[in-house]
């Protein structure tokens, strides 16, 4: 069994993988492309930018872990004090 999917890892995030707060929750639903269902990389850097994030570090990484870092990141951000938009939702501490 991979480790993510330990009985731990599932009892704290379920199936989605996330912690289902409203940067993930939102970052979900911004970021899906609606044909596939994967994580659209462009909206990924388009989030990335109007958060001044940089993701050029994170190239060799597929769509789905550069969302996983962006959220981070902007998680982290919001910590701090910042305002983190995600399309036209804004989230302010």
Same mark, same amino acid.
């Given at each position: 069994?991979?480790?993510?999917?330990?009985?731990?890892?599932?009892?704290?995030?379920?199936? %989605?993988?996330?912690? %289902?707060?409203?940067?993930?929750? =939102?970052?979900?639903?911004?970021?899906?492309?609606?044909?596939?269902?994967?994580?659209?990389?462009?909206?990924? =850097? %388009?989030? =990335?930018?109007?958060?001044?994030?940089?993701?050029?570090?994170?190239?060799?990484?597929? =769509?789905?872990?550069?969302?996983?870092?962006?959220?981070?990141?902007?998680? !982290?951000?919001?910590?701090? !004090?910042?305002?983190?938009?995600?399309?036209?939702?804004?989230?302010?501490?």
């Amino acid at each position: 069994m991979p480790d993510f999917m330990t009985k731990e890892f599932m009892q704290k995030y379920g199936r %989605s993988g996330t912690c %289902s707060d409203d940067i993930a929750t =939102a970052l979900s639903h911004f970021l899906t492309d609606d044909e596939t269902g994967k994580t659209d990389p462009d909206k990924v =850097a %388009s989030v =990335a930018d109007d958060n001044n994030v940089s993701v050029s570090k994170w190239s060799h990484l597929n =769509a789905g872990q550069r969302r996983m870092l962006l959220g981070n990141v902007l998680r !982290g951000k919001l910590r701090r !004090g910042g305002t983190v938009r995600i399309g036209n939702q804004e989230f302010k501490e």
